[in-house]
């Protein structure tokens, strides 16, 4: 297998990781890629990704508790 080179991957946002993942999986069915060192970089991806989703709704649950917080303001003021 031709390891010796760098591999070149984005993990900029979402959709750079998918496609890193998607590049890492062609390279290892065309034998580029050694599969227990696509499986760490998967790994890492989909943990990258988890996270990013684990920010969003935290994002989320602030941006529904400020409305929350608002509704009960116009309440109080009633």
């Known amino acids: 297998m031709a390891e ?3 591999i070149r991957l ?3 946002d979402n959709k750079e990781i998918k496609r890193s993942l998607n590049r ?3 390279m290892v069915v065309n ?4 599969p227990q060192r696509a499986s760490a970089i998967a790994t890492l991806c989909n943990t990258m990704l988890k996270a990013e989703k684990q920010l969003e709704l935290e994002k989320q649950m602030e941006e529904l508790l400020e409305i929350v917080e608002e509704i009960m303001e116009k309440k109080e003021h009633e």
């Open 10 to 12: 984005r993990f900029t």
């Open 24 to 26: 890492v999986a062609n």
């Open 4 to 6: 010796k080179s760098k």
């Open 31 to 34: 034998g580029e890629l050694d």
